[in-house]
């Protein structure tokens, strides 16, 4: 079993950073890939970004792309999301996962089966 726990959601300013941290522990955590996914309310449960257990690959939704840098600090089975230049849109619950297969990251389909997810920090993004 693996546990996560996020933290770093607050409310920001229009244009505004914010870095999520998420801790992990439990068996095998660290070969792992991990990632972060955002829902609003409202709305469905979407990819943000992932990374690979040894930081060789990272992964990004569209959105995400050249404002959002996911990192692994893998000595703290930690990860990272630098949000910069955030929009109110950015507003959701984030949520921190973890599964032994990067393709459950990768592919669309298989995203809801990732194993380990976390309770989620909320962002909120004020205009």
């Known amino acids: 079993q693996a546990q996560l726990v996020e933290s770093g959601g607050g409310l920001v300013q229009a244009g505004g950073s914010l870095r999520l941290s998420c801790a992990g522990s439990?068996?095998?955590?660290?070969?792992?890939?991990m990632g972060w996914f955002r829902q609003a309310t409202g709305k469905e449960r979407e990819f943000v970004a992932a990374?690979?257990?040894?930081?060789?690959?990272?992964y990004y939704e569209d959105f995400a792309k050249g404002r959002f840098t996911i990192s692994r600090e893998i000595a703290k089975n930690t990860i990272y999301l630098q949000m910069n230049d955030l929009k109110p849109e950015d507003t959701a619950v984030y949520y921190c996962?973890?599964?032994?297969?990067?393709?459950?990251?990768?592919?669309?389909?298989?995203?809801?089966?990732?194993?380990?997810w976390g309770k989620g920090t909320l962002v909120t993004g004020s205009s």
């Open positions: 996962a973890a599964d032994p297969f990067r393709e459950r990251f990768i592919t669309p389909e298989a995203r809801a089966s990732v194993d380990y």
């Open positions: 439990g068996h095998a955590i660290s070969t792992y890939a």
């Open positions: 990374i690979t257990w040894n930081n060789d690959r990272t």
